[in-house]
């Protein structure tokens, strides 16, 4: 998964300019060699770096190239929602399809500072019209998440596929709002595509697990073997030839090649042939759905996120309202007050079950005349009941002891703000080893049984992805895209931090995460003794036995699992009133940033 948020330094204005040339052989050998090196390297943030500045700024998860490619579409004169497009074409080429996708899936927020409102677009999967019997599709091969599954039969992974919705999202988003002609965006994408990314070790990590089941099919082997080997190791140039024709057909005929045009037919034909019920009809229908924006009102911000039926709204609405009800804005920040951080780990654990609730929970509710139905997560009223259980949990008398993305977000100069999130919602390439025109086609159908049987066929299928952006007095103030398994919890803890208890940005990022429970099931959060992971080393245990007595249990898990159990956060703040824009780096999250002054630009370690 991938997220961004873009700040443009550029003035503009709705009127055409001339063709610009984004691609990489146009950027100073320099800066393009040294963001090839940390790409190449598998680069992480070395330092706290802190980026403030009152022009142009790209903050947006993993590839620092994609980054400097927004940032180019900003000194085109390009708008916010150009930047963005430019950095999500980006990010698939230079991660090779691997977590993000052209086969994927998108949401954006967009704050319209000519209107002052919010709009919200969805790009998420659909399913297809004959898939009637959605219960019955093979489960996907999720790797260590749930290593315990099969990937079922080998003449149905057709049927674990979906209609994908992020090429024609991106193009929705540019008709939008764009500035710059739509196929100028493609080129920095076209141009790794054709001269190939440098595998890293990460990227080489991910071969080396999905190289059975990319080798299963002849497009898949076609597709590993584009290195020069039949499994790329890492230090190899891959170079992607029949990706690169793909974007240039949809850099010249616009999102239709995909849906209408050869690369559709070859997805028809190649789904079908692999098991699957998909027909020409399916992907002619696809449509991007724009919205007004769900908003919350919490500490004095309106903070809005992608509407229903997706169910970041349930889990935004229910954690601010729970956490206006415990009074937050009053108590140090949750990383210092082991009281407080009980509280909030039973609000995240309700955040992350929205809009369901774990058995014990529900009937303390019911006890108490209130029937918890999905509705009522959005409500402040069900939100003061609910925190009446959660307080009602008694202390333990006794010590218990014990999904991938791209992020990003964008702001110009006249005050227009994008966050957008797009993903595969599937573990690396899913494993199906079914590829379409270079592009890998994801398994995403194939752990959503459950959902797609309250989908109609042919419907869209709802997503969790919690995208925001927080107005005071109806100016953007905060604007955050997230991705990973605790993306509700973790961006809870950095809007109540920052918005109701006034913490410096840099100070909420260098604080600890909150980490998923990764349950199938919904979260008993009113329990005695919730179990919460928390990271070894990131508490003293004076805090955590002080935890413990007030009834939940602090987990530790090692580094290498909570890689899977955390979120990753793009954060961009904005001041009103300064117009200045900042964004902060930590070492041990794929988070960079970069940005052109309008004025003065300072970053600071």
């Given at each position: 998964?991938?997220?961004?948020?873009?700040?443009?330094?550029?003035?503009?204005?709705?009127?055409?300019?001339?063709?610009?040339?984004?691609?990489?052989?146009?950027?100073?050998?320099?800066?393009?060699?040294?963001?090839?090196?940390?790409?190449?390297?598998?680069?992480?943030?070395?330092?706290?770096?802190?980026?403030?500045?009152?022009?142009?700024?790209?903050?947006?998860?993993?590839?620092?190239?994609?980054?400097?490619?927004?940032?180019?579409?900003?000194?085109?004169?390009?708008?916010?929602?150009?930047?963005?497009?430019?950095v999500a074409l980006t990010q698939v080429a230079t991660q090779l399809g691997s977590v993000v996708s052209y086969a994927g899936i998108a949401t954006a927020l967009y704050y319209d500072a000519s209107s002052g409102r919010v709009h919200a677009l969805d790009a998420g999967y659909t399913t297809y019209a004959d898939e009637t019997d959605p219960l019955s599709i093979p489960p996907a091969d999720l790797g260590?998440?749930?290593?315990?599954?099969?990937?079922?039969?080998?003449?149905?992974?057709?049927?674990?596929?979906?209609?994908?919705?992020?090429?024609?999202?991106?193009?929705?988003?540019?008709?939008?709002?764009?500035?710059?002609?739509?196929?100028?965006?493609?080129?920095?994408?076209?141009?790794?595509?054709?001269?190939?990314?440098?595998?890293?070790?990460?990227?080489?990590?991910?071969?080396?697990?999905?190289?059975?089941?990319?080798?299963?099919?002849?497009?898949?082997?076609?597709?590993?073997?584009?290195?020069?080997?039949?499994?790329?190791?890492?230090?190899?140039?891959?170079?992607?030839?029949?990706?690169?024709?793909?974007?240039?057909?949809?850099?010249?005929?616009?999102?239709?090649?995909?849906?209408?045009?050869?690369?559709?037919?070859?997805?028809?034909?190649?789904?079908?042939?692999?098991?699957?019920?998909?027909?020409?009809?399916?992907?002619?229908?696809?449509?991007?759905?724009?919205?007004?924006?769900?908003?919350?009102?919490?500490?004095?911000?309106?903070?809005?996120?992608?509407?229903?039926?997706?169910?970041?709204?349930?889990?935004?609405?229910?954690?601010?309202?729970?956490?206006?009800?415990?009074?937050?804005?009053?108590?140090?920040?949750?990383?210092?007050?082991?009281?407080?951080?009980?509280?909030?780990?039973r609000i995240c654990a309700i955040a992350t079950s929205a809009p369901m609730l774990g058995e014990e929970t529900a009937a303390r509710l019911r006890d108490k005349g209130v029937e918890p139905s999905p509705e009522a997560f959005l409500s402040p009223e069900f939100a003061a009941r609910l925190a009446e259980v959660l307080t009602d949990s008694p202390p333990l008398l006794e010590h218990d002891r014990?999904?991938?993305?791209?992020?990003?977000?964008?702001?110009?100069?006249?005050?227009?703000?994008?966050?957008?999130?797009?993903?595969?919602?599937?573990?690396?390439?899913?494993?199906?080893?079914?590829?379409?025109?270079?592009?890998?086609?994801?398994?995403?159908?194939?752990?959503?049984?459950?959902?797609?049987?309250?989908?109609?066929?042919?419907?869209?299928?709802?997503?969790?992805?919690?995208?925001?952006?927080?107005?005071?007095?109806?100016?953007?103030?905060?604007?955050?895209?997230?991705?990973?398994?605790?993306?509700?919890?973790?961006?809870?803890?950095?809007?109540?931090?920052?918005?109701?208890?006034?913490?410096?940005?840099?100070?909420?990022?260098?604080?600890?995460?909150?980490?998923?429970?990764?349950?199938?099931?919904?979260?008993?959060?009113?329990?005695?003794?919730?179990?919460?992971?928390?990271?070894?080393?990131?508490?003293?245990?004076?805090?955590?036995?002080?935890?413990?007595?007030?009834?939940?249990?602090?987990?530790?898990?090692?580094?290498?699992?909570?890689?899977?159990?955390?979120?990753?956060?793009?954060?961009?703040?904005?001041?009103?009133?300064?117009?200045?824009?900042?964004?902060?780096?930590?070492?041990?999250?794929?988070?960079?940033?970069?940005?052109?002054?309008?004025?003065?630009?300072?970053?600071?370690?």
């Amino acid at each position: 998964m991938s997220v961004l948020v873009v700040f443009s330094g550029v003035s503009w204005s709705p009127s055409a300019i001339e063709a610009v040339d984004l691609g990489l052989g146009a950027w100073p050998t320099d800066v393009r060699e040294r963001l090839e090196t940390m790409e190449a390297r598998g680069w992480h943030p070395e330092d706290y770096r802190r980026t403030r500045t009152a022009g142009g700024i790209v903050s947006a998860t993993v590839s620092p190239v994609a980054v400097e490619a927004g940032l180019r579409a900003l000194d085109a004169g390009g708008t916010a929602a150009d930047a963005a497009v430019t950095v999500a074409l980006t990010q698939v080429a230079t991660q090779l399809g691997s977590v993000v996708s052209y086969a994927g899936i998108a949401t954006a927020l967009y704050y319209d500072a000519s209107s002052g409102r919010v709009h919200a677009l969805d790009a998420g999967y659909t399913t297809y019209a004959d898939e009637t019997d959605p219960l019955s599709i093979p489960p996907a091969d999720l790797g260590a998440l749930r290593p315990t599954e099969t990937s079922g039969p080998t003449d149905a992974h057709g049927r674990k596929t979906l209609v994908p919705g992020f090429m024609a999202g991106m193009e929705a988003l540019h008709r939008r709002y764009g500035r710059l002609a739509f196929g100028e965006l493609f080129a920095p994408a076209i141009a790794c595509a054709d001269e190939g990314v440098v595998v890293s070790p990460i990227l080489a990590g991910f071969f080396a697990m999905r190289a059975e089941s990319l080798a299963r099919t002849a497009e898949g082997r076609a597709f590993l073997g584009q290195s020069g080997r039949s499994v790329p190791q890492a230090g190899d140039r891959f170079r992607q030839p029949a990706l690169a024709s793909l974007l240039r057909a949809v850099a010249a005929h616009g999102a239709r090649e995909m849906y209408t045009g050869a690369w559709a037919r070859e997805f028809v034909a190649v789904v079908r042939r692999e098991g699957g019920r998909v027909t020409e009809a399916d992907l002619e229908r696809y449509e991007p759905v724009w919205s007004e924006a769900f908003a919350t009102e919490f500490a004095g911000h309106a903070t809005h996120v992608t509407p229903l039926p997706n169910l970041g709204a349930y889990a935004l609405a229910a954690g601010l309202h729970l956490a206006d009800h415990s009074a937050f804005s009053e108590r140090r920040p949750v990383w210092e007050d082991a009281h407080a951080w009980a509280q909030f780990a039973r609000i995240c654990a309700i955040a992350t079950s929205a809009p369901m609730l774990g058995e014990e929970t529900a009937a303390r509710l019911r006890d108490k005349g209130v029937e918890p139905s999905p509705e009522a997560f959005l409500s402040p009223e069900f939100a003061a009941r609910l925190a009446e259980v959660l307080t009602d949990s008694p202390p333990l008398l006794e010590h218990d002891r014990p999904r991938h993305s791209n992020a990003l977000v964008v702001v110009d100069a006249a005050g227009n703000v994008c966050a957008l999130t797009h993903t595969i919602n599937a573990v690396v390439w899913g494993g199906t080893g079914i590829v379409v025109g270079g592009v890998p086609l994801p398994d995403s159908a194939g752990f959503q049984q459950a959902r797609l049987a309250h989908v109609a066929p042919g419907g869209r299928v709802p997503h969790e992805i919690v995208d925001t952006i927080s107005l005071r007095e109806g100016r953007p103030v905060l604007a955050t895209a997230g991705i990973g398994s605790s993306l509700a919890a973790e961006t809870l803890r950095i809007l109540v931090s920052t918005l109701a208890q006034k913490a410096p940005l840099a100070d909420v990022l260098a604080a600890p995460n909150m980490l998923s429970h990764f349950g199938a099931a919904p979260i008993d959060a009113a329990r005695v003794g919730l179990p919460v992971p928390v990271l070894e080393g990131w508490y003293a245990e004076p805090f955590l036995e002080s935890v413990r007595a007030y009834g939940v249990s602090p987990v530790k898990v090692t580094p290498e699992a909570a890689e899977a159990l955390r979120g990753t956060i793009v954060v961009v703040a904005l001041d009103a009133e300064s117009g200045t824009r900042v964004a902060v780096e930590r070492p041990d999250i794929m988070v960079h940033h970069a940005a052109r002054a309008l004025c003065t630009t300072r970053q600071e370690h």
